[in-house]
């Protein structure tokens, strides 16, 4: 009873990773036919969504033979954002603060590219 759940369980995982190219291959394909509708169009569109289907078909298959499809969709699916909230958190804080001493340049650089400045700087001080 256990394979036969799970051969449905990644029939159906291997059934949604193969719609998603080939939704996106009809969708190219209807962009290209129904602008301008004719035998030609057609076919480019069918092709189109032919190759849609096929690279879903090696797509999902790959997916297939390493973890598993559900494995696959779950990783597609999943929010870490959700699962480690303060971590997510604590990493933001900090790549905030690094980009904010990146933005305030040092004395030094300020220095040499400025000479006079240590002068204005006195002048603005006594004022």
Request: charged fraction near 20%; proline fraction near 6%.
């Amino acid at each position: 009873m256990k394979n036969f759940f799970e051969l449905i369980t990644e029939s159906i995982g291997w059934l949604q990773i193969v719609a998603s190219p080939f939704l996106i291959g009809i969708i190219i394909g209807a962009l290209i036919y129904f602008p301008n509708p004719s035998s030609i169009t057609l076919i480019l569109g069918i092709i189109a969504a032919i190759l849609g289907l096929v690279l879903g078909i090696m797509w999902a298959n790959k997916a297939l033979k390493g973890k598993g499809t559900i494995w696959f969709m779950s990783r597609v699916m999943a929010t870490p954002e959700l699962e480690n909230p303060d971590a997510q958190n604590k990493s933001e804080a900090n790549k905030d603060a690094g980009e904010k001493t990146k933005l305030i340049p040092s004395k030094q650089k300020l220095n040499a590219q400025f000479p006079d400045l240590e002068l204005i700087e006195e002048l603005i001080l006594t004022l």
